[in-house]
């Protein structure tokens, strides 16, 4: 069964970075398409970025491209996030997630492993 667990949440002044990572568990993490996503408060949750199986397809949002950099690690089964010249508008809770596709699907239903997130707020 898989298990993602994310870490590096926490409060940040505007204008910082952040750097928050996402350890995979119970699978062949090579063969699963990632993706970060983010849930603001009384918002739905939408799409940071996607990465393909290779690390080599990324697929980010508009809300991040530019100031955002994700990466993966397919021997240490991790995947990275780092945003900078963060905004009070990228306060949420941050989610990792993963499907076993070779397909960079940037869609919340399109994933079927989820972490439990971890919370990002940027204080003005």
């Known amino acids: 069964q898989v298990q993602l667990v994310e870490s590096g949440g926490g409060l940040v002044q505007a204008g910082g970075s952040l750097k928050l990572s996402c350890i995979f568990s119970?699978?062949?993490?090579?063969?699963?398409?990632m993706g970060w996503f983010r849930q603001p408060p009384g918002a739905v949750r939408e799409l940071v970025v996607a990465?393909?199986?290779?690390?080599?397809?990324?697929s980010y949002a508009d809300s991040v491209r530019g100031r955002s950099t994700v990466s993966r690690d397919n021997a240490k089964n991790t995947v990275s996030l780092q945003i900078s010249g963060l905004r009070s508008e990228d306060t949420a809770v941050y989610y990792c997630?993963?499907?076993?596709?070779?397909?960079?699907?940037?869609?919340?239903?399109?994933?079927?492993?989820w972490g439990q997130g971890t919370q990002v707020t940027v204080s003005s």
């Open positions: 119970g699978g062949t993490f090579s063969t699963y398409t």
């Open positions: 990465i393909s199986r290779n690390g080599i397809y990324k």
């Open positions: 997630a993963a499907r076993t596709s070779t397909v960079v699907a940037t869609a919340v239903a399109s994933y079927n492993n």
